[in-house]
């Protein structure tokens, strides 16, 4: 997995989110107080403007207190009977057909299947789930107020508050309990796709020449278009190597004068591993201290690049380096970005090498070799028992680890050729969680999403006609997949400029690269984008970004989904859920059939 920016710590992050929250309520509170006064004061007068303003505050610290459980859950039953009359489960049938033909498009051959199909599960998940929500909560009390189903509910004791409350409560448990079945059927297909075991071809076993073990090397039968080497001991156990993502156990079995060998079911396909992350530093070319590397001209400024064949070093610092917590030596492992001068041969990875190094002594080892490449995870085992550069003995916790901490030092080895990297692209797997509560969590991440669909879909649909409310809700859900485009553009930081600019260069065919020439059009088109771009800025600031809540990367490459993103993402759609619910409630209550 290749992260995009460094993961942040709740604890750092909740105070100047509620900070932050807090202020947005607060400004668009005095926004709404000061246009609603106006308004009330131009139809009424500024005596009879503030009354009305006045009544409405009162009012709505009293629906606020009064606000009663036991109609919220009435009214959400009332969601629930009509989302199940509505055939909701018809996106559950959906989903099944999805899984059972799921075969006929993914590619068995892949790589790393693990990957492929956890991507697939939970994206497809996701996605359906969320037109689900958008739907159900778009549509549902436009048709009620049509079809004046709703005046049997507000001549009732029934607040506008708990209203909104109990749609949103109401279709969350629908996409609940779809979301619980999916993830269930989910996690079954993914497994037995995943299963396989295979048979070590006997004939093929021969002596490892020169192997003072006395072991055996062969290969495996074929199984889901792949097979794998092995290696077996004297006392029939051994291992195959890594294909696909993962390896297997194998055993002797002994059946009177006759050896079977029996091949485990697959390791290391379905993991959470937990990352252990360190500062990073630089140095550059000569050798001196920098806080970046090199930029190759890429436009994501996340990685920065060490070059190759000189004194150019990215450095992580470890902390918290003890025998008890690694007591075989470090699992390193590394996702690091290549950057070719030239292209040489493509299927060649480019030469790097690790040196560990005491922080206080400078005392280092021996170099340790690896060859990078593109989008793949590196495992380098660092052992306890080293060497120095002159051959003498080193021992990692007695000689380079002090206070706990230890050096990490990178190197690109080939000459015009550089290695990107950040903080989280080489870490040390300091332990394997749960892949079964990895893959809940991630599931947690699309009930996050499904909420905030569905409070969006109420409070718009307070104010707006059914196929409206789903257009803004739409509108909202991709504004907030594609946040980071829209920022990007906004600030320039990817080229083509905005949307005139943009339709100006398709209809000449231009490329993005060409700059527009100089003079009054130019200037009217950049000044129409910018006033377009600040707007779509301010629009999108508002709105959620839903990418944060979406864990699938985490989940398909085998990593632990950090419990500090997971607070975040519950907070952080709690304030979403609260905001959506205090502006339906506010439309609502103006709205005649709620007086």
Same mark, same amino acid.
């Given at each position: 997995?290749?992260?995009?920016?460094?993961?942040?710590?709740?604890?750092?992050?909740?105070?100047? &989110?509620?900070?932050?929250?807090?202020?947005?309520?607060?400004?668009?509170?005095?926004?709404?107080?000061?246009?609603?006064?106006?308004?009330?004061?131009?139809?009424?007068?500024?005596?009879?403007?503030?009354?009305?303003?006045?009544?409405?505050?009162?009012?709505?610290?009293?629906?606020?207190? &009064?606000? /009663?459980?036991?109609?919220?859950?009435?009214?959400?039953?009332?969601?629930? @009977?009509?989302?199940?009359?509505?055939?909701?489960?018809?996106?559950?049938?959906?989903?099944?057909?999805?899984?059972?033909?799921?075969?006929?498009?993914?590619?068995?051959?892949?790589?790393?299947?693990? $990957?492929?199909?956890?991507?697939? #599960?939970?994206?497809? =998940?996701?996605?359906?789930?969320?037109?689900?929500?958008?739907?159900?909560?778009?549509?549902?009390?436009?048709?009620? +107020?049509?079809?004046?189903?709703?005046?049997?509910?507000?001549?009732?004791?029934?607040?506008?508050?708990?209203?909104?409350?109990?749609?949103?409560?109401?279709?969350?448990?629908?996409?609940?309990?779809?979301?619980?079945?999916?993830?269930?059927?989910?996690?079954?297909?993914?497994?037995?796709?995943?299963?396989?075991?295979?048979?070590?071809?006997?004939? /093929?076993?021969?002596?490892?020449?020169?192997?003072?073990?006395?072991? *055996? %090397?062969?290969?495996?039968?074929?199984?889901?278009?792949?097979?794998?080497?092995?290696?077996?001991?004297?006392?029939? $156990?051994?291992?195959?190597?890594?294909?696909?993502?993962?390896?297997?156990?194998?055993?002797?079995?002994?059946? !009177?004068?006759?050896?079977?060998?029996?091949?485990?079911?697959?390791?290391?396909?379905?993991?959470?591993?937990?990352?252990?992350?360190?500062?990073?530093?630089?140095?550059?070319? &000569?050798?001196?201290?920098?806080?970046?590397?090199? /930029?190759?001209?890429?436009?994501?400024?996340?990685? /920065?690049?060490?070059? !190759?064949?000189?004194?150019?070093?990215?450095?992580?610092?470890?902390?918290?380096?003890?025998?008890?917590?690694?007591?075989?030596?470090?699992?390193?492992?590394?996702? +690091?970005? #290549?950057?070719?001068?030239?292209?040489?041969?493509?299927?060649? !990875?480019? *030469?790097?090498?690790?040196?560990?190094?005491?922080?206080?002594?400078?005392?280092?080892?021996?170099?340790?070799?690896?060859?990078?490449?593109?989008?793949?995870?590196?495992?380098?085992?660092?052992?306890?028992?080293? $060497?120095?550069?002159?051959?003498?003995?080193?021992?990692?916790?007695?000689?380079?680890?002090?206070? !706990?901490?230890?050096?990490?030092?990178? @190197?690109?080895?080939?000459?015009? @050729?550089?290695?990107?990297?950040?903080?989280?692209?080489?870490?040390?797997?300091?332990?394997?969680?749960?892949?079964?509560?990895?893959?809940?969590?991630?599931?947690?991440?699309?009930?996050?999403?499904?909420?905030?669909?569905?409070?969006?879909?109420?409070?718009?649909?307070?104010?707006?006609?059914?196929?409206?409310?789903?257009?803004?809700?739409? %509108?909202?859900?991709?504004?907030?997949?594609?946040?980071?485009?829209?920022?990007? #553009?906004?600030?320039?930081?990817?080229?083509?400029?905005?949307?005139?600019?943009?339709?100006?260069?398709?209809?000449?065919? @231009?490329?993005?690269?060409?700059?527009?020439?100089?003079?009054?059009? =130019?200037?009217?088109?950049?000044? &129409?984008?910018?006033?377009?771009?600040?707007?779509?800025?301010?629009?999108?600031?508002?709105?959620?970004?839903?990418?944060?809540?979406?864990?699938?990367?985490?989940?398909?490459?085998?990593?632990?989904?950090?419990?500090?993103?997971?607070?975040?993402?519950?907070?952080?759609?709690?304030?979403?859920?609260?905001?959506?619910?205090? +502006?339906?409630?506010?439309?609502?209550?103006?709205?005649?059939?709620?007086?």
């Amino acid at each position: 997995m290749v992260l995009d920016s460094d993961p942040v710590a709740f604890s750092n992050w909740i105070v100047p &989110a509620l900070l932050s929250f807090l202020t947005s309520a607060a400004t668009l509170c005095a926004v709404a107080l000061v246009g609603g006064y106006l308004i009330s004061a131009f139809r009424y007068g500024p005596v009879g403007g503030g009354d009305v303003i006045y009544r409405m505050v009162l009012g709505g610290v009293r629906d606020l207190i &009064a606000l /009663s459980p036991r109609r919220i859950l009435a009214l959400a039953w009332l969601a629930v @009977q009509e989302s199940l009359r509505r055939r909701v489960l018809v996106g559950f049938g959906i989903f099944l057909l999805i899984l059972l033909f799921a075969g006929w498009f993914l590619d068995t051959q892949s790589n790393d299947p693990a $990957t492929l199909y956890l991507s697939f #599960v939970l994206t497809a =998940t996701t996605y359906l789930v969320l037109l689900i929500a958008l739907f159900l909560s778009a549509f549902s009390l436009p048709a009620d +107020i049509k079809n004046h189903t709703i005046y049997t509910i507000v001549t009732k004791p029934v607040r506008s508050g708990e209203i909104v409350l109990g749609r949103i409560v109401g279709f969350a448990v629908i996409g609940t309990v779809l979301l619980a079945v999916m993830g269930l059927f989910s996690y079954v297909f993914v497994i037995r796709v995943l299963n396989h075991t295979h048979e070590v071809d006997v004939a /093929s076993l021969r002596p490892v020449p020169n192997d003072p073990n006395g072991d *055996r %090397a062969g290969r495996t039968s074929l199984a889901q278009n792949h097979r794998h080497t092995l290696k077996i001991g004297p006392d029939g $156990t051994g291992s195959t190597d890594m294909v696909q993502g993962h390896f297997h156990e194998v055993t002797a079995q002994e059946s !009177g004068d006759k050896t079977t060998y029996v091949v485990g079911p697959p390791q290391g396909l379905l993991t959470a591993r937990v990352p252990a992350y360190g500062d990073l530093r630089f140095k550059d070319r &000569a050798g001196k201290a920098s806080d970046r590397g090199i /930029s190759v001209g890429k436009e994501w400024k996340y990685h /920065s690049y060490v070059e !190759g064949a000189t004194l150019a070093k990215a450095i992580w610092t470890f902390s918290d380096i003890t025998p008890e917590r690694f007591p075989d030596g470090l699992p390193v492992e590394m996702t +690091i970005r #290549v950057f070719r001068s030239y292209k040489g041969d493509i299927e060649k !990875g480019i *030469r790097g090498s690790l040196v560990l190094k005491n922080p206080r002594t400078g005392r280092a080892s021996d170099e340790k070799f690896f060859i990078a490449k593109d989008f793949y995870i590196d495992f380098l085992k660092i052992p306890r028992n080293l $060497t120095d550069p002159t051959g003498k003995p080193l021992d990692l916790f007695d000689d380079l680890v002090s206070d !706990g901490q230890v050096e990490v030092w990178m @190197q690109c080895l080939d000459a015009s @050729q550089y290695l990107g990297v950040a903080k989280g692209d080489l870490y040390l797997r300091s332990r394997d969680a749960s892949f079964t509560l990895n893959f809940i969590k991630s599931y947690l991440g699309i009930w996050v999403q499904m909420l905030l669909v569905t409070s969006l879909g109420v409070m718009f649909s307070t104010f707006l006609s059914g196929p409206v409310a789903m257009m803004a809700t739409l %509108a909202s859900l991709v504004l907030g997949f594609k946040a980071q485009f829209v920022l990007g #553009v906004a600030k320039g930081a990817i080229e083509g400029g905005g949307p005139v600019e943009s339709f100006i260069r398709i209809v000449k065919q @231009q490329n993005v690269t060409t700059q527009l020439e100089p003079g009054l059009t =130019t200037t009217v088109v950049k000044w &129409a984008d910018s006033v377009f771009m600040s707007f779509m800025t301010a629009i999108t600031g508002l709105l959620p970004n839903f990418n944060q809540f979406s864990n699938v990367s985490y989940v398909a490459h085998g990593f632990d989904i950090p419990p500090d993103a997971v607070l975040v993402q519950v907070f952080s759609a709690a304030g979403y859920v609260i905001a959506a619910l205090a +502006i339906g409630y506010l439309f609502l209550r103006t709205r005649e059939v709620a007086r």
